[in-house]
């Protein structure tokens, strides 16, 4: 199989999933209505699965410091400091 036909293939399971997921049904019932076979949906199911945890995983997280602010005195110079 090339790349591309891969490619294809993952971007038809992809919406297949979407499709399930959107559907309210349960796999077996969707399945059934799309003769597709129960351990296809499952399989790719978990790959898009693993694969979003694996790039979450590897992305990383924001992290915010508090920041204090305190009030200027009135006779203070212009300036700003940050520590």
Not at 13 to 40: M, N, P, Y
Not at 43 to 53: C, I, L, N, R
């Amino acid at each position: 199989m090339t790349k591309a036909e891969l490619a294809e293939l993952r971007e038809l399971w992809r919406a297949r999933v979407a499709d399930f997921r959107a559907s309210g049904q349960t796999g077996a019932a969707w399945c059934a209505a799309h003769q597709i076979k129960e351990h296809q949906l499952w399989y790719w199911v978990g790959k898009f699965k693993a694969e979003a945890q694996e790039r979450s995983a590897s992305e990383p997280q924001p992290r915010f410091i508090p920041v204090h602010v305190q009030e200027a005195d009135k006779d203070a110079h212009t300036s700003l400091s940050v520590r």
